[in-house]
């Protein structure tokens, strides 16, 4: 099956790159331009644009059976600061790319939408796929738009839609420096002598799951004919607090933490329940966090060339 991965060099992309050649898929990727092309695979096809201006986006669904769409250019933080950026950049961006898909009769899309953002701060957790999405931040908003704008599509002209909302992913290849993250940001703050902020008292209950978890469930549904909506957690809520010493733990040093006030966009609890991917297609979240957080320390000190601290 040839398969189109938006977004395939990033930090989830480039994983399910990995995982849909392990499994034998001929993967296209579609990726910004002036990416270190060193880092390519040889099995794969780039196609280098802009996705806010639908660049070579055409030549790139040229037989296509699936779109895996992961490209997201803000993050909560930033779609808050900048409403218009959030909504051109990725609602008005996806909805161009819907057109493309219409017109070159390209009927199967995956969508990583957002499970940490897109119900806000539920009643109750673990949340299932039938809470009712009530997100609190642009970036949640545009999420749960992009996911209706799919369903429209889905009525009108036929498109396959299925809908993966992530809990917080971690793992290898998360960006570093960016704030995005909170595993990624304690690791690297830590190795790099930099202080740590923690919103409120670091009790917000976040769901963490690993990035090659997410991936393997993707593979699973790009061989599929279901569609709908599916949660990917853990189903296991921890304390930022909690989570913070847990990476303390494996690094056997602590990292200086400054307390801030809460924002605004920052959801204070948010658990999944994963039932329905389990039902349909098999899948749980099989990695235990602790070999999670080992392997994401690993690869930061590697990228860091930074062994210091043991």
């Known amino acids: 099956m040839r398969v189109l991965v938006l977004g395939g060099c990033g930090f989830i992309g480039s994983h399910i790159v990995d995982a849909l050649v392990a499994s034998g898929h001929q993967v296209c990727v579609y990726t910004r331009s002036g990416r270190n092309t060193d880092e390519f695979l ?5 196609f280098q644009g802009d996705f806010c201006r639908a660049e070579g986006l055409d030549e790139a669904l040229q037989g296509v059976d699936v779109v895996i769409h992961c490209l997201s250019a803000t993050t909560p933080s930033r779609g808050d600061a900048d409403y218009l950026v959030d909504i051109n950049s990725n609602l008005v961006s996806t909805l161009h790319l819907l057109a493309k898909m219409e017109a070159l009769n390209v009927k199967k899309l995956i969508y990583i939408s957002s499970g940490g953002t897109v119900y806000g701060n539920p009643l109750t957790n673990p949340v299932t796929e039938e809470t009712p999405a ?10 749960f738009a992009i996911e209706n704008y799919l369903g429209l599509a889905s009525r009108k002209w036929g498109l396959k839609a299925t809908i993966l909302r992530p809990s917080n992913v971690y793992g290898e290849r998360q960006q570093l420096n960016t704030g995005q993250g909170l595993i990624s940001t304690v690791i690297y703050n830590a190795l790099c002598d930099k202080p740590l902020e923690i919103y409120g008292e670091g009790n917000a209950i976040r769901d963490f799951v690993y990035v090659r978890d997410v991936a393997n469930l993707v593979v699973k549904t790009v061989g599929s004919d279901e569609t709908g909506v599916y949660n990917v957690g853990s189903g ?14 494996h690094l056997s040093f602590n990292v ?6 809460m924002r605004l966009f920052d959801v204070k609890a948010i658990v999944l ?11 749980s979240a099989s990695t235990d966090i602790n ?13 860091l060339g930074c062994f210091r601290k043991n």
């Open 42 to 46: 040889s099995s794969v096809m780039y």
């Open 134 to 143: 009530s997100p609190i931040c642009s970036y949640g908003i545009i999420k």
């Open 236 to 249: 296991r809520g921890m304390k930022v607090i909690e989570t913070v010493n847990l990476i303390e733990k």
């Open 273 to 283: 329940g994963s039932k329905k991917a389990e039902n349909i297609f098999g899948w």
């Open 291 to 303: 070999v999670g957080i080992e392997n994401q320390i690993i690869w930061v000190k590697e990228q």
């Open 256 to 261: 200086e933490k400054i307390y801030c006030p």
